[in-house]
């Protein structure tokens, strides 16, 4: 038990002075949701009426709607620069050292989650500090509410990432990843409007975005924000979790290893 929770401060504390070390980091990922919460929300505003749909009581700004989105997306965003830097890891030969210690792969797999989700989660308050300067507030409980819900989201598009990084090779690989995940799966979802909206252009769509494990993360988000439980966006939540971390257990599995590198 004692080497289980040394290799756990070790891998979270490395997780932590990494981030503190690269503050040009945490401010990238602040502005590129704040763009989207000062500049675009402003065009939009006119143009995407909202209707009362729950957890709302009452009509409410396009940048009150939004903001749940945004803290999925630094979470989403997150996860994916956890996933790049363990494909740099890997190449730079420290990936090796990790992956020959004693403790089980999957240990180690979930301390490297654990960080990168407790980094994420410690940038989602920055952000909603930020918009509650603006003027943009949450119900004073919904902010310690919310804690469960990122921490369930978080560890979901972490797993996510970590699916990627056992993927990816090369670190010049990650740029069609972005392309080709990071951006669908968040576009696709209830971040920037909500589903009915999507169903008025086309049902396919729709249906694309109710099956989007983003948009479930996303609203659990959203109703714990405002007090509330969605059991139904919880349980996939966790399912997806669930399903991307046995893929990253697979993708990262020796046995697999050896044999792709003998091919």
């Not at 080497?3 to 932590?16: N, P």
């Not at 792969?105 to 410690?122: E, H, P, Q, V």
Request: glycine share 8%; proline share 5%; with cysteine.
């Amino acid at each position: 038990m004692t080497a289980y929770l040394t290799s756990l401060r070790a891998i979270v504390l490395r997780e932590a002075l990494r981030f503190i070390h690269q503050r040009e980091r945490f401010i990238a990922v602040l502005v590129r949701p704040l763009v989207w919460l000062l500049v675009f929300a402003a065009g939009f505003r006119a143009a995407l009426g909202l209707s009362i749909i729950p957890p709302y009581q009452t009509y409410i700004t396009y940048e009150t709607y939004i903001v749940p989105g945004l803290c999925g997306m630094i979470l989403l965003f997150n996860g994916m620069q956890s996933s790049l830097s363990l494909v740099y890891d890997r190449e730079m030969g420290s990936m090796k050292l990790l992956l020959t210690s004693p403790l089980p792969r999957g240990w180690l797999l979930f301390c490297k989650l654990a960080g990168s989700t407790m980094i994420s989660i410690l940038q989602v308050y920055a952000f909603l500090a930020i918009a509650a300067a603006f003027g943009i507030t949450m119900p004073g409980w919904g902010y310690v509410a919310v804690l469960p819900a990122l921490l369930v989201a978080g560890l979901m598009l972490g797993a996510l990432g970590l699916v990627l990084s056992s993927l990816i090779k090369q670190l010049e690989n990650f740029a069609g990843v972005m392309n080709f995940v990071i951006f669908p799966m968040f576009f696709l979802s209830s971040a920037l409007y909500p589903l009915w909206k999507m169903a008025e252009s086309s049902e396919l769509l729709h249906d694309i975005c109710a099956v989007n494990p983003f948009t479930h993360a996303v609203e659990l988000i959203r109703f714990a924000l405002y007090l509330q439980f969605n059991a139904a966006a919880l349980g996939w939540t966790c399912l997806a979790a669930l399903v991307f971390t046995g893929a990253a257990l697979l993708g990262y599995d020796p046995a697999r290893t050896r044999i792709g590198r003998k091919t």
